[in-house]
């Protein structure tokens, strides 16, 4: 994260010469300097802006070790997870004001989405200063402190959600057949190309689902059957209820077993109603071609 935030505040017109770093390990200290043309930092006391990257359990040992050495009113911004304004603000002497920011992994390719919430005492110049260099590594939204945690879950974790989804579509793509290789250019091209419709068409992510989904289903235009689906609209013919092998209340969750026997969950209302009803001998059949409301396409 270090490196990305030196490639994004020289994208932010700031000379090379006027960045300095402080990295504990020297031959990463001496890579950056080489490759950046940046200075080592010796005295923080003539710096007016502190980026604090450092991770979140080395944080306080490090305010202890600055806290003489910052002048009062440099602008400290804060990249340590989950630590509260209060805590550097407290750390450093009530002296500095302080942004906290949290930033994501992509950031290190120039397209992060950082949320940052502003502390007290910091002026419009400084926090100026913080946008401009956010913006350079990608996107940046501000938000109260206290709504710092949905942010991490959201674009701070979401790069793990979206790395996941990548992984499961590749192996199963592997598991239909597909080589390592085909699998890996059609998912990661597929998703790129989806991230990109979403960003630039103006159309939402709903939208844009159901021009798959509802479209292959209508193509389908007659009926078909399901094991179970969720209540959209339902259609139930005389006899269902009344049937011996149906048990009042009809629509209560349940323990599902599933077939390897392996793996038990619990399944809602209309899961539960559709697989008693299977088990008395009923189908379930989906029927594309009735529209009901909205977006309903489909009757069971």
């Known amino acids: 994260m270090g490196e990305a935030l030196i490639v994004a505040l020289l994208k932010a017109g700031h000379p090379s010469d006027h ?48 806290k003489e050495e910052v002048k009062a009113g ?3 911004v804060s990249f340590a997870a989950g630590k509260k304004i209060a805590t550097i603000y407290n750390g450093l002497g009530s002296k500095c004001p302080v942004v906290r920011v949290m930033p994501n992994t992509p950031t290190l390719v120039g397209k992060g989405a ?73 998912t990661n091209q597929t998703i790129f190309g989806a991230a990109k419709m979403l960003q630039e068409s103006g159309r939402d992510a709903q939208s844009l689902r159901n021009n798959v989904t509802l479209e292959s289903i209508s193509k389908r235009r007659k009926p078909f059957t399901v094991d179970y689906t969720g209540f959209g609209w339902l259609l139930i013919k005389y006899g269902v209820f009344e049937h011996s092998e149906m048990k009042y209340p009809w629509f209560a969750p349940k323990m599902q077993v ?30 594309p071609r009735i529209r009901v409301g909205h977006e309903k396409t489909r009757v069971i």
Not at 36 to 41: H, N, Q, R
Not at 151 to 163: I, L
Not at 265 to 277: I, K
Not at 278 to 286: D, L, P, Q, R, S
Request: charged letters at 30%; a negative charge.
């Open 258 to 287: 599933f077939e390897s026997g392996d793996v038990q969950d619990m399944c809602g209302e209309d899961v539960s109603f559709c697989l008693d009803a299977k088990e008395a001998g009923f189908e379930i059949w989906c029927d």
């Open 19 to 66: 960045i300095e770093i402080i990295e504990k390990r020297k031959e990463r200290c001496d890579e950056l300097v080489k490759k950046y043309s940046i200075k080592v930092g010796e005295d923080l006391s003539s710096s007016d802006v502190l980026l604090l990257v450092t991770k979140p359990q080395d944080l306080e040992t490090v305010l202890v070790e600055i």
């Open 114 to 186: 950082a949320g940052y919430s502003i502390g007290s005492g910091v002026t419009d110049h400084q926090k100026r200063f913080v946008i401009d260099l956010l913006q350079a590594a990608g996107i940046a939204v501000e938000v109260e402190e206290d709504l710092q945690d949905a942010v991490t879950a959201t674009s701070g974790s979401g790069p793990a959600y979206f790395f996941l989804l990548t992984e499961s579509m590749i192996k199963s793509a592997i598991k239909l057949g597909l080589s390592e290789e085909a699998a890996k250019n059609l």
């Open 74 to 76: 440099t602008l400290v």
